[in-house]
């Protein structure tokens, strides 16, 4: 363990546990940020719980050279964080965030991540997948069709991530366009 608490798993402790574990000028640190500061402007804009924010900048954290284990990120990053004493609510919004469930079955780990990380109730994995699909691997704001776009130049056609993002593509165009709907009524 890196020392690291519960509490120091909040926004702040969370983007210095990020600048540990990834190199500085990173896609993936880059992504990690863009998506948590994306967070904190949903959450400020509909009132939802510092949790969202941590879980966004934490989201990929399996994607860490000492997370890895398994090939699924969300599955890696939530154990990894399990290790650190991270709560419950925060580890299942990692583990399931952004149709998590979809590469799973793909891996043959569909049991294994639900069976130790159930799926968080509630709205939060939403809205977390929401700021993942809406920010680029370099962090910057970008569209749903813009986030497809890259996804799929970055992975082959008859690549896992692939396919399972094209399965999981309806569902998160879904999420993200409802998201949209009710950050432009609140800012209406």
Known sequence: MHGTTPRELGPAGAQALLTELFEPGADRLAHSIGVGRRAEHVARVLGQPELL????????????????????????????????GASGELTGLVAHHTAATVEAAERGLDVALRREFPTPPGELLDLLTYCDMTTSARGEAVTV?????????????DHLVSRSMQHAEPGLRRIVSGIERRLERSLG
């Open 145 to 157: 069709d813009e986030r497809f776009e890259r996804i799929y130049d970055r992975y082959p056609p």
């Open 53 to 84: 924010v941590s879980a966004a900048y934490l989201h990929d954290i399996g994607y860490a050279a000492a997370a890895c284990d398994t090939g699924l990120h969300q599955l890696d990053g939530a154990r990894y964080l399990r290790t650190l």
